[in-house]
């Protein structure tokens, strides 16, 4: 009789487990979906932020001293360059583009990066930011 009573009591345990289980698989899921996302769009955003600072360091102006050319960037070039190829990227805008030294084009763009699929735990998303630098040389 107490054989009975132990087998009705555990009636159904295993379907708990088994949802729970499915549960936790899908919440896996869904978090390695958003990290993928995450990733893919920082790299979208590091790829828009080369293509920028490259373009940026073709906006010199060429001047020659003492007989040798000399490729002379200044904030004006490289941003209007920079600003040509970020306004073709979707999603995506210029934070800052100059040269520090004369040589050397930095820009820095950003986006907003919001998870695909669940909105729990990063309801608004996340600001990424990109930095990169290109230096003009003539060769």
């Given amino acids: 009789l107490e054989g ?8 159904g345990s295993v379907l708990l487990l088994t949802l729970g289980y499915a549960v936790l ?15 893919l769009a920082q790299k979208r955003t590091q790829a828009a932020a080369d293509a920028a600072a490259l373009a940026g360091a073709d906006g010199f102006t060429l001047e020659v001293i003492e007989g040798e050319p000399r490729a002379e960037l200044s904030d004006r070039g490289v941003r209007e360059q920079a600003e040509a190829i970020v306004s073709a990227e979707q999603d995506v805008s210029l934070v800052s583009a100059s040269t520090p ?3 050397s084009a930095r820009v820095v763009v950003s986006t907003r990066w919001r998870p695909p699929i669940s909105t729990l ?5 996340v600001p990424l930011e990109a930095t990169a ?3 003009t040389a003539l060769d």
């Fill in 4 to 11: 009975r009573m132990i087998r009705r009591d555990e009636e």
């Fill in 25 to 39: 698989a899908l919440v896996l899921v869904f978090v390695t979906v958003d990290a993928t996302s995450l990733y």
């Fill in 101 to 103: 030294d004369g040589v």
């Fill in 121 to 125: 735990f990063v309801p608004d998303g």
């Fill in 133 to 135: 630098t290109s230096r």
